[in-house]
């Protein structure tokens, strides 16, 4: 039997939701789920779910939160459920599924529509969302700079037509 991993990074109201059409489309697949502790005993509500293994930290996922007890596993298919249409917001899910040993990876919406993702997109959505934040930071600066510079002038040209 094929192993199926949900990397669980929305509510267990979607989890519902998303989990018929998962087993509809994946039947053949012997699902198992990977939630933060704090999820843990909702998580044990499911019958489908053959195996639920634990995020051992309390952050977001993250490519560096290696799960130990996963090393070693390989699924056919991972599983990435994302609370929008589009699954923006949802890059650090995408890079730590990178982590795990899997042959195929697919997003699943919040209208459980499914659409794979390969390694090379995952990884350049990771370059791109580097890229957005530097180009970020650097326009702060660049407007901060800027207006240290011309708000004390302003306000000296403020006070100087008060005082006329």
Same mark, same amino acid.
């Given at each position: 039997m094929k192993e199926l991993l949900i990397i669980?990074? %929305?509510? $267990?109201?979607?989890?519902?939701?998303? !989990?018929? /059409?998962?087993?509809?489309? +994946?039947p053949e697949h012997r699902i198992s789920l990977l939630t933060h502790e704090h999820g843990l005993l909702l998580a044990r509500k499911y019958k489908d779910i053959a195996q639920i293994y634990v995020y051992p930290y309390k952050e977001s996922f993250s490519y560096r939160g290696k799960v130990k007890e996963l090393q070693d596993k390989e699924f056919a298919t991972v599983i990435i459920? %994302?609370?929008? =249409?589009?699954? /923006?917001?949802f890059v650090n899910v995408y890079l730590f599924? =990178?982590?795990?040993? /899997?042959?195929?990876r697919f997003v699943c919406n919040v209208v459980s529509e499914f659409r794979e993702v390969s390694s090379t997109s995952i990884l350049l959505m990771g370059v791109r969302n580097q890229l957005f934040s530097l180009f970020s930071i650097l $326009?702060? =600066? %660049?407007?901060? +700079? $800027?207006?240290? !510079?011309?708000?004390?002038?302003? =306000?000296l040209q403020i006070q100087n037509k008060e005082r006329k």
């Open positions: 669980r990074s %929305v509510s $267990f109201q979607q989890l519902d939701k998303n !989990l018929v /059409a998962i087993r509809e489309r +994946f459920p %994302v609370t929008n =249409l589009s699954g /923006a917001g599924s =990178l982590s795990l040993k /899997a042959k195929k $326009f702060t =600066l %660049v407007a901060g +700079f $800027f207006t240290l !510079l011309i708000l004390p002038l302003k =306000l």
